[in-house]
């Protein structure tokens, strides 16, 4: 089908690829998506990178989480623009109320700072104390813990040289530091009662839970499309996301 194309994404942590290339998502990719969890869009992000064989040096569960944030970050952007918009609920007076913000913004200013990484992705705080950064794999590994458990076995993992017990403090400034995740708590103020609210953002849920919201959506086009034009299910769930919507959006204003 034509329409498609890659989209290349720069990685800044994640040692052994300066980034990655991405095709455009279809229908296909959307309708898969059944979580917002690690497992379904570390899926999603792979099938996103299967393009041509040479093309991407990674997979997808050996990017480092914070190199994924932005990935994310931009593949929304590539989508729906920068603006971030969603609507809560005053835990104060009840009344809803919106919240916008920039994400082109939040990536300037959650930027990683420029340190060197080793060619094998180790950093080292002092003599005897070194560890990687988390990747999709470590995610992967400890998915179905306790929050605890996990965050314990996280640092067990990504720890290379040093004591988990007497370091852990250490070393998780140290991943927060050089690499901030997207991932916050945010402060909002209803405009009704001015009430001030943490709001936790945490860019990967953020656009799976959009995208998967927006299925009724899928689901319409879909049938316009199949309507007019009598292709399968197949190629239009083939077709990416813009052209299909395009298509949609030809024969809606004559229905
Ligand atoms: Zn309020």
Redo the contacts with the bound molecule.
């Keep these: 089908m034509n329409g498609s194309q890659q989209l290349f994404i720069p990685l800044q942590l994640t040692p052994g690829a300066e980034g990655v290339y991405l095709r455009s998502l279809c229908g296909a990719d959307e309708l898969a998506l059944e979580n917002t969890g690690i497992i379904n869009l570390i899926h999603l992000l792979e099938s996103l990178m299967s393009i041509g064989t040479s093309d991407n040096k990674i997979n997808a569960a050996q990017i480092v989480t914070a190199d994924r944030d932005r990935l994310m970050a931009m593949l929304y952007i590539s989508l729906y623009g920068s603006k971030v918009e969603s609507t809560l609920n005053?835990r104060?007076?009840n009344?809803k109320f919106d919240l916008d913000f920039s994400l082109d913004e939040l990536l300037k200013h959650y930027q990683p700072p420029p340190v060197p990484v080793f060619d094998n992705g180790t950093y080292e705080i002092e003599s005897g104390i070194s560890f990687r950064l988390p990747t999709g794999e470590d995610e992967l590994q400890i998915s179905g813990y306790t929050t605890e458990d996990a965050e314990k076995l996280l640092l067990e993992r990504c720890l290379l040289e040093g004591n988990p017990a007497a370091d852990s403090a250490k070393v998780q400034l140290k991943m927060a530091e050089l690499a901030p995740l997207l991932n916050m708590e945010m402060e909002a103020v209803?405009p009704?009662?001015s009430?001030s609210q943490n709001v936790q953002f945490d860019m990967q849920s953020f656009l799976l839970t959009k995208l998967k919201q927006e299925r009724p959506v899928l689901i319409r086009e879909i049938h316009s499309i199949a309507s007019q034009y009598h292709w399968s299910q197949k190629e239009i769930l083939d077709l990416p996301r813009s052209l299909r919507k395009q298509y949609a959006a030809l024969i809606q204003p004559e229905n």
């Design positions: 005053c104060s007076c009344q209803c009704e009662c009430h």
